[in-house]
């Protein structure tokens, strides 16, 4: 299994970007995939994941409303539209994934990084004030 995340790079306050998770080598309607994010000095903290098996998506408090992930199962891709960038969203960003088989309705329960088996190289996001 291999994840390449792209789509950083510097934005204003207030700007958006689309980040971009490149899967291969996985059966994707059987993986959870999500998004998660590490700033200078800060531990990781997941933020979103999405299982298209079932179409279910789950965010974390701090980015609701204002980051929408999605997936395109037929180019294996996961996205993370990020909009109404602040600041503090300045960080490395990472896609990571989690073998769930054929369950469903379990994306909540995984998106945590404890749950991931595969990642990807960060990509980052740095927001000017």
């Known amino acids: 299994v291999q994840l390449q995340a792209s789509g950083g790079g510097l934005v204003q306050a207030g700007g958006f970007l689309r980040l971009t998770c490149a899967a291969s080598g996985m059966k994707f309607d059987e993986y959870v995939i999500g998004w998660f994010r590490q700033a200078p000095g800060r531990e990781r903290e997941g933020l979103s994941c999405?299982?298209?098996?079932?179409?279910?998506?789950y965010y974390v408090n701090s980015v609701k409303g204002r980051f929408t992930i999605s997936s395109d199962t037929a180019q294996n891709t996961v996205y993370l539209q990020m909009n109404s960038l602040k600041p503090e969203d300045t960080a490395d960003y990472y896609c990571?994934?989690?073998?769930?088989?054929?369950?469903?309705?379990?994306?909540?329960?995984?998106?945590?990084?404890?749950?991931?088996?595969?990642w990807g190289k960060g990509t980052l996001v740095t927001v000017s004030s």
């Open positions: 999405i299982s298209s098996s079932d179409a279910t998506t």
């Open positions: 990571a994934a989690t073998s769930i088989g054929t369950m469903r309705g379990v994306v909540k329960v995984v998106c945590n990084e404890d749950r991931m088996d595969y």
